[in-house]
């Protein structure tokens, strides 16, 4: 086990809520709870910044009806200058988590005795469903040169644009 999955098994999730009041509540009870979190480190391999948005959590006879926008950006590499960048992401969640945890359908989110509910496994999935699959560092970006491998969008490289299929080069001798 690496140093860093080390660190946040022993750090928890500040992504648990204690929602035992919530239990204990007659059906339609809420609580609205706001996230503005500078930089969260939803797993090792999903860093979050900033993480802002709304969760509401609502006792249902299933058990608490989590619902919520959130909002974010995450690191990216962009798919034509291969530049670190940061994408913005924005996602929706609404989930019952059962109650009590032995009422749960079999994978289903479920509330455990103590009255915690960790959202960080939904988020790390959700923002990974979120992020774009071709990430770009703008809208407008150049990419590298066929050629040499410069970056168009810093400077450009002075290769002749050659726009003949190696296979008709033969053709392009004759004119």
Known sequence: MSSSEETMKKRPSRLRF?????LESIRGTTRTVELDYPAIDVTPD????????????????????VSGE?????????????????????????????????????????VKESGIIDLAPLVRELSLIAAPMQPLCRPDC???????GQNLNEADCGCEADDIDPRLAKLKELL
């Open 46 to 65: 999903v860093l979050l910044e900033p993480l802002q948005g709304q969760i509401v959590f609502t006792r249902t006879s299933e058990g608490i009806y």
């Open 18 to 22: 204690n929602v035992g009041f919530l």
């Open 70 to 110: 959130l909002h974010s950006t995450m690191p990216a590499d962009c798919v034509r200058c291969l530049e670190a960048t940061r994408v913005a992401i924005t996602f929706t969640f609404d989930d019952i988590f059962y109650y009590p945890f032995y009422t749960a359908p079999e994978g289903e989110p479920a």
């Open 142 to 148: 150049q990419g590298l040169c066929m050629e040499c």
